[in-house]
């Protein structure tokens, strides 16, 4: 069974840095594209990073030059370093793989941003 576990998240004032990590198991990690969603209360989840099995990153352009997505490949963990941080980063943010077309996500971690 895959399993995605996310941890990393919590309150911090905005110009500040977290750095949220996401643990995968049950399948083979290193050739799994790896994404961070996040979900902000009465909005849609949105796609904030990913990365592929090759290192080659996304962002979405309110994240981008301030988040960093990355991966460890050994330790079967993908990170993502949140800096800079503004009061509409806060959202519950979620990591997303995809194993034969099925999707699985991780049971999120709040990030909240104080002004």
């Known amino acids: 069974q895959v399993q995605l576990v996310e941890s990393g998240g919590g309150l911090v004032q905005a110009g500040g840095s977290l750095r949220l990590s996401c643990v995968v198991s049950?399948?083979?990690?290193?050739?799994?594209?790896m994404e961070w969603f996040r979900q902000a209360p009465g909005k849609e989840r949105e796609l904030v990073a990913g990365?592929?099995?090759?290192?080659?990153?996304n962002y979405a352009d309110s994240v981008g030059g301030r988040f960093t997505i990355s991966r460890d490949n050994a330790k079967n963990t993908v990170y993502l370093q949140m800096n800079s941080l503004k009061p509409e980063d806060t959202a519950v943010y979620y990591c997303?793989?995809?194993?034969?077309?099925?999707?699985?996500w991780g049971q999120g971690t709040q990030v909240t941003v104080s002004s």
């Open positions: 997303k793989t995809q194993v034969f077309s099925k999707t699985y």
């Open positions: 990365i592929t099995r090759g290192g080659t990153t």
């Open positions: 049950g399948t083979i990690f290193s050739t799994r594209l």
